[in-house]
């Protein structure tokens, strides 16, 4: 049998027919592949799909908007109501004062928007040493070269040639990272335009921060003029138990990019949460045009989707299930005796798997009891269902997950 014509991401290009899982349909926790099995989604399909599957009223909405205006760019002097109400409701919901949303169709996207406007707002205001960008270890900013260049996870980086430069990552983790930190900053402070950060490493093994660690990082960009990202793609609209991260940590950022929750995948759509360091600069000159966009940005089927995503987390009051979540799923993490360990906070939680079991070899496990959950590294297994997840897919995903360690280790 052929390969398939569709090259898949993040798979081998040499794998057979074979290697691949057709997902055909999905309601609420539940995807049902293309031979009638059901098996609950403990991923929300990649991170995003927080309100659940199947949802007749993001459906209608999109529907509905592609009958009235199919599409048409915002680029320059035009916009549409949906991009409109969308960025308000995002504005209104972030701890950023003052801010105005940028739109974009991923948190790749996303995330070199961000880079590109610390950078902008070091140009405009007469700094051009002003450019190195700060990631850490085990961070994920995505796939197109801004967030390629500036994250922590090597694997990704391999094969792609040269990065964009004047980035620095942090190797160190835990308290190490933040004595990195302000060492780096104390010899090159001048030099920051941004530290980009995930509140909670999601990709890289879902890893919390440690006390103290994000409140530090904006004690040291106040001090040295550099700005303060917040990688929201993940933690953004609801996975912690509030809009961001932000919120939870009692920390506010210069920037959030954010994109998956926001419209639990139901269009592609993303954004920055733009505040006011950045937006003072750019709205003092009324001569600045702000050379960046995409064919997509503002799209409005693709936002009409956002807005009604937004309401179903407000009107089911879904952040209300985080702390539910977390006690039966980190809970039970915590009482599995097969794991070596476990990490997480809010809807998202790894299992650290015990030394020499391999985690694809788990995932495929799982699956043949009934369970997605994703593979991380060389001992994680990571875990972030939709917030509609009911207390027995929670228990059938702790009971597949102990199962199929049993089952490898054997």
Same mark, same amino acid.
């Given at each position: 049998m052929s390969r398939s014509p569709h090259l898949h991401s993040f798979a081998p290009?040499?794998?057979?027919?074979?290697?691949?899982l057709t997902i055909e349909r999905a309601e609420g926790s539940t995807v049902w592949d293309s031979e009638g099995r059901a098996y609950v989604d403990?991923?929300?399909?990649?991170?995003?799909?927080?309100?659940?599957?199947?949802?007749?009223?993001?459906?209608?909405?999109?529907?509905?908007?592609?009958?009235?205006?199919?599409?048409?760019?915002?680029?320059?002097?035009?916009?549409?109501?949906?991009?409109?109400?969308f960025a308000a409701l995002v504005s209104d919901r972030m701890p950023v004062p003052g801010n105005r949303v940028l739109l974009t169709s991923s948190g790749s996207e996303s995330v070199d928007s961000a880079l590109k406007l610390a950078r902008v707002r070091s140009s405009l205001r007469g700094e051009p040493e002003r450019q190195l960008v700060v990631g850490r270890r085990h961070a994920y900013h995505g796939v197109t070269y801004g967030g390629l260049s500036v994250q922590?996870?090597?694997?990704? %980086?391999?094969?792609? *040639?040269?990065?964009?430069? +004047?980035?620095?990552?942090?190797?160190? #983790?835990?308290?190490?990272?933040?004595?990195?930190?302000?060492?780096?900053?104390?010899s090159r402070g001048a030099e920051v335009a941004a530290v980009i950060t995930e509140p909670v490493q999601g990709a890289g093994g879902v890893r919390p921060p440690v006390p103290g660690y994000l409140e530090r990082l904006r004690e040291l960009c106040d001090?040295?003029?550099?700005?303060?990202?917040?990688?929201?793609?993940?933690?953004?609209?609801?996975?912690?138990?509030?809009?961001?991260?932000?919120?939870?940590?009692?920390?506010e950022p210069d920037l959030v990019t954010f994109a998956k929750g926001c419209s639990s995948g139901y %269009?592609?759509?993303? *954004?920055?949460?733009?505040? +006011?360091?950045?937006?003072?600069?750019? #709205?003092?000159?009324?001569?600045?045009?702000?050379?960046?966009?995409?064919?997509y940005s503002g799209h409005p089927a693709a936002c009409a989707a956002g807005i009604a995503n937004v309401e179903v987390l407000e009107r089911e009051a879904l952040f209300d299930e985080v702390p539910r979540i977390a006690r039966r799923l980190g809970g039970g993490l915590a009482d599995d005796g097969v794991l070596a360990g476990h990490r997480g906070m809010g809807g998202m939680w790894a299992a650290l798997l015990p030394e020499g079991v391999a985690p694809t070899a788990v995932r495929a496990e799982m699956l043949t009891r009934g369970v997605i959950a994703r593979p991380i590294g060389a001992d994680v297994i990571?875990?972030?269902?939709?917030?509609?997840?009911?207390?027995? #897919?929670?228990?059938?995903?702790l009971a597949a997950l102990a199962d199929s360690v049993a089952a490898v280790s054997a």
């Open positions: 290009p040499a794998a057979e027919p074979g290697y691949f403990a991923m929300a399909s990649l991170w995003y799909c927080t309100v659940g599957h199947g949802r007749p009223e993001i459906i209608d909405a999109v529907a509905d908007q592609l009958r009235r205006l199919d599409a048409f760019h915002t680029l320059d002097i035009f916009t549409n109501p949906p991009a409109e109400e922590g996870l090597p694997a990704n %980086q391999e094969h792609f *040639g040269p990065l964009l430069d +004047r980035t620095h990552r942090i190797e160190s #983790e835990g308290a190490d990272d933040l004595a990195e930190v302000e060492a780096l900053f104390a001090e040295h003029g550099a700005l303060l990202i917040f990688d929201e793609v993940i933690t953004g609209f609801g996975r912690l138990g509030a809009w961001s991260a932000g919120e939870v940590f009692g920390v %269009q592609p759509l993303g *954004g920055v949460v733009v505040g +006011r360091a950045v937006l003072d600069v750019m #709205e003092d000159d009324p001569s600045f045009v702000l050379r960046h966009g995409f064919t990571a875990f972030c269902p939709p917030l509609v997840i009911t207390d027995d #897919e929670i228990d059938r995903c």
